[in-house]
């Protein structure tokens, strides 16, 4: 079974509403996970990497203001696109690593985000 | 930083033949791992082979198996026996030791019945 969930797998919102996606690890602890962004038939581009209990890092040209990170605890990491706007309608995929066992990365499903 | 090229955006196989994708990278990292994943339809990411950059030894998993050229910084992905399902678009992923991965453009596999 899946062990990163991400929520939900697709969204449609208003321009100009905010939308919020959630990761999360199901059977271990991430003090890092990550958030890419993958337009249709490309590759998967990091937009961030979020840190457990401080800032996000941010991948240059992402706007820190506009894709807003929160991992404020060891399993969950939110990405909360504001003022969303027709162009920011992609999907988002998120990936965790167990860091104890020193794994591959492991994926969500996926969010694919439709700004209307 | 890394970088990560992939130069077939689509392949095509027949049937139970065996299909190769290429992969070269680059890296400033002294430690890391390589990694093979099929995006289906469906976008999930799917892992078809890791290998460690620190072991020789090609990885192997069943059909897949990697040509892992370390000073040559080649990482090709051999496909035996193909069959309908492996169908996908395939990425081909660096990852450095804190899991931040760098993906390739991707190689997009028909296979042919």
């Known amino acids: 079974g899946a062990v990163v969930s991400q929520h939900p797998s697709w969204v449609i919102c208003k321009s100009g509403t905010s939308v919020k996606i959630e990761c999360r690890s199901l059977d271990f602890q991430a003090t890092t996970m990550f958030w890419y962004r993958q337009f249709p038939k490309q590759s998967l581009m990091l937009m961030a990497t979020?840190?457990?209990?401080?800032?996000?890092?941010?991948e240059q040209g992402v706007e820190k203001d506009k894709f807003l990170i929160n991992h404020a605890s060891l399993t969950l990491s939110t990405l909360t696109v504001t003022s969303a706007h027709p162009e920011d309608s992609s999907f988002y995929i998120c990936?965790?690593?167990?860091?104890?066992?020193?794994?591959?990365?492991?994926f969500g499903q996926g969010t694919r985000l439709t700004v209307v | 930083a890394q970088t990560v090229t992939q130069s077939q955006p689509e392949m095509s196989v027949q049937e139970a033949e065996t299909v190769t994708l290429s992969c070269t990278y680059d890296t400033s990292e002294s430690d890391y791992y390589l990694f093979w994943y099929k995006q289906p339809p469906s976008r999930q990411m799917i892992l078809v082979i890791r290998?460690?950059?620190?072991?020789?030894q090609n990885a192997t998993e069943n059909r897949f198996s990697v040509n892992f050229q370390k000073a040559a910084k080649s990482f090709s992905l051999k496909i035996s026996d193909s069959q309908l399902g492996d169908a996908a678009m395939y990425f081909c992923v660096h990852n450095t030791n804190a899991g931040k991965s760098t993906f390739g453009d991707g190689t997009t596999l028909t296979v042919k019945p």
């Open positions: 290998q460690e950059a620190y072991k020789q």
């Open positions: 990936s965790a690593r167990n860091e104890v066992r020193n794994t591959e990365a492991f």
């Open positions: 979020s840190n457990e209990g401080s800032k996000a890092t941010y």
